[in-house]
């Protein structure tokens, strides 16, 4: 695992060497929640609205902030905007502020906004769900990557990363075995080995929901065990109620990067509701980090500020839940912290 | 760690290692949304509701179910009709129907139902929460403590468990050092020795919502090297939404016991609601555990059928996901399973 750190303090009680021994000392979080909410909402959420969202964000100490998708207006209302969005966006110093794109003129659109805009490379461990979900088996995602690389490489653009979808399981396959992971990887990797290129960092997507601690403890094993100096993160969504659960697994096993959604954005904790499948919650995955010792250089009463934002803008309750437990700082500052 | 076994499969992939190698084969889960979730709604709930949701309950497999507490009606307007709900059970075989009391009245009262009733012991770990919530010092807590014992031993009703609140932290006192766990438990221990009486069981109760992995580690750790051979359960809140992590820390170090609520009843998704900080969710906690292959005895589908009536009992929206998310059943029963 590439920057792990084995912290004194964890080293001198045994207690803490089996939870504690592989955790980072700090994490990055990837905030989807402008995105994945909004894209999901049946709206229309206003435009200034998103705005003032994502620029609350990034005074909270996120460095990282997607902001929108840049896909088929027709098939997603929600995202019609995106370019207005991007372009009204005051930036803030040292944020990053990424959007999502499907295919290569989603990110030509993406190319001409002030975002910030990476390559990136994607593939599903279960070839019936990339069927299923973008019409391509493996072979012609794979032809899709060449064609995301060579681009890339016309437009002096970096790779920044490639994303395994459905890496711990899918509805049509069931569950999926590492093994398949882990060549689903390979075919990537061996394909930016063609162009000179190496992977800096891989995302591991629990997309459906499937993923527990002990499929997730077995895929990054694997994954850890055949590619020791290469940069994991979880994406991960609370489908199941598993997603923090999930995310400590992940910790322990020395993981640094996370995507998440502020107030779980992009779920709703009412019946019926198709958004009930959201990301993990941003305010929550800090909250247990902070409370673990592990630094996510964020202020969590500002982040659910945004949180009660969020429910504000999109005009109904949102699953997550340190926004209405409430943090632990109003009861630490006078007393003795951990 | 008593009854704790080291499953063959575990052994055969150093992976599952870290995660499963202490993970119980089986958990046992007091069920306590009927007592948790219709004690804190505004009602009123008719009592024919809570008979029939309480029945539904113990036909999905689940063998310990709190049905009422015994207190103070006018405090606790929705528990007026506990003997009448107690009376009205058509009781399972082989379920055990429990109840809440909090002191020799309610007990009294709990003895003269056809509930399942048996001596519990409590104290808290931190002093000041005791205070606050029960008017009572450590000192007084154990002379309390001692009627009980007494009370039990005259009654021939055997003390069955122990419970110790707040053993995480407390809005008052902060975190809780392990050590305060250990000396309070202890005093419980030297108090039944005095009665030549063991206590055969221990609930560690994160009763504000305070635990994360690191201290649960730390406490469960701490509880289990000074007393090996006793049988330890959590009672956890998702006041933050750490509960089904910690669940697993847990289940990790051995823990066999668990309480939970249907659907998550006792808390709300709502803001501003005081419910929000409810049990983990027992049907959550079920998907969690029999996805790492640790057996629970119950029949998922028919308990989130039980989170919808407890959805149109109490006319709002609960916090559980599982019951929105939908189990894996209907796309295992066609794939490889795990």
């Given at each position: ?211 527990n601690p002990r499929s ?37 096993k020395g993981i640094e ?82």
């Amino acid at each position: 695992m590439a920057n792990t750190t084995l912290s004194l303090i964890f080293d001198t009680d045994s207690h803490f060497l089996q939870i504690m021994n592989h955790c980072p000392k700090a994490i990055h979080i990837h905030e989807e929640g402008p995105r994945e909410g909004f894209q999901i909402e049946p709206g229309p959420i206003a435009t200034a609205d998103k705005v003032k969202f994502i620029e609350a964000l990034a005074n909270t100490g996120l460095k990282e902030v997607q902001a929108v998708s840049f896909v088929n207006p027709k098939r997603v209302p929600g995202m019609a905007d995106a370019e207005e969005v991007a372009r009204l966006i005051r930036r803030k110093e040292g944020v990053r502020y990424t959007s999502v794109w499907l295919n290569l003129k989603g990110l030509e659109r993406a190319m001409q906004t002030p975002l910030d805009v990476y390559g990136r490379l994607q593939i599903s461990a279960s070839e019936s769900f990339s069927i299923k979900n973008t019409g391509k088996n493996t072979q012609d995602t794979l032809i899709e990557q060449r064609q995301i690389i060579e681009f890339c490489m016309e437009k002096n653009l970096s790779i920044d990363s490639a994303i395994v979808m459905t890496a711990f399981g899918c509805n049509i396959e069931g569950e999926i075995k590492e093994e398949k992971v882990t060549q689903q990887i390979n075919l990537l990797m061996n394909l930016l080995k063609e162009y000179d290129m190496r992977l800096p960092y891989l995302r591991l997507a629990d997309t459906v929901g499937w993923a527990n601690p002990r499929s997730m403890d077995r895929v990054i094993s694997s994954v850890q065990d055949k590619w020791p100096e290469l940069s994991l993160g979880l994406h991960l969504h609370d489908t199941r109620g598993t997603g923090l659960a999930n995310a400590v697994v992940g910790l322990s096993k020395g993981i640094e990067h996370f995507d998440s959604s502020c107030a779980g954005l992009g779920g709703c904790p009412f019946a019926g509701h198709k958004g009930a499948a959201g990301n993990i919650c941003t305010e929550d995955l800090v909250f247990l980090c902070e409370e673990m010792g592990i630094s996510t250089g964020v202020d969590l009463d500002a982040l659910i500020e945004c949180a009660h934002m969020a429910e504000g803008i999109v005009g109904h309750a949102l699953p997550g839940k340190v926004m209405r437990g409430g943090s632990l700082s109003k009861y630490k500052n006078h007393t003795q912290g951990f």
